[in-house]
């Protein structure tokens, strides 16, 4: 595989506030360099089932994992195990709830933190945190540019074709501030300050980029339901490949068969929903 693709998912992030608040990123789609489009989550519009289904192509319903309280080994194709298939490097620095999803579950603290399996199925090289003790006055999250420096060292060391970079910071700061006040304006400034030098290197290095949320949140810090706050989100995409108008509204589910079509890996039979990008 001589291709490379990285997707960086900024956890619980409505379309409103990407629009408005992430300027960095809207320059880059002012000048012609990366291209948004509305992306609408799953339902349920909860974290770890819209984890599930990024990676699967496939609804909760499907794939079983229902919410944050019910994490397990999946048993679909998924994004690593195909670009594993077709002889691609795969990396995730995130959450332990994908190391639970795609290597193996229960996650353990010590033998999970940190591996690199080369000869991995699935994710070859993963960092994970588990934000245990999380709550609306602890967040127990790491620094992003922390989790955007062990990405790129990944990168760096491995050669990774596939990379999955995943931030809890402003779904945490939403569940605690809602969305509309002037903690969350400058959370997510200074997440689009931290990202902006890290795209450059990406892209530098060669890497097509998707940057993203798994759902948005509402303006009472809430999701999981169809309200179009907490499904609606942002998709900035910076590579050379065609995409749909502007105005269309992308799936979910739309997400893992384009990573694999991008990087030349086969898309199982279980990934109904076809391409957004050429």
Known sequence: MDRKLLLIIIDGVPWRNWRR????????????????????????????????SIHTGVTPAEHGCTGNGNVFRLSQPDVFSQVRQAGGITGAVAHSFWSEFFNRAPFDFVRDV??????????????FHSMTGYNLT???????????????????????NYGMLHSCTLDCMGHRFFHDCQEMDHACAVMDEM??????????????????????QDDRGHHGGRDPLQQDAALYYFGPAEGPAPDTVID?????????????APVPDTMKAGSFLS
């Open 21 to 52: 608040l992430f300027g960095n990123l809207e320059g880059w789609a002012d000048t012609g360099e990366a291209r948004v489009w509305k992306i609408r989550s799953v339902l349920p519009s909860i974290s770890a089932s819209c984890y599930a």
């Open 114 to 127: 940190e591996y690199d399996e080369p000869g991995s199925d699935t994710i070859c090289h993963g960092r």
């Open 138 to 160: 602890n967040q127990m999250t790491p620094s992003d540019v922390d989790l955007f420096a062990t990405l790129t060292m990944l990168c760096n060391r491995f050669e990774l």
């Open 195 to 216: 990202l902006a030098p890290f795209i450059h290197r990406w892209r530098a290095a060669g890497y097509e980029i998707i940057v993203t949320a798994d759902h948005g």
């Open 252 to 264: 979910q589910l739309q997400l893992a068969p384009t990573i694999l079509h991008r990087l030349g």
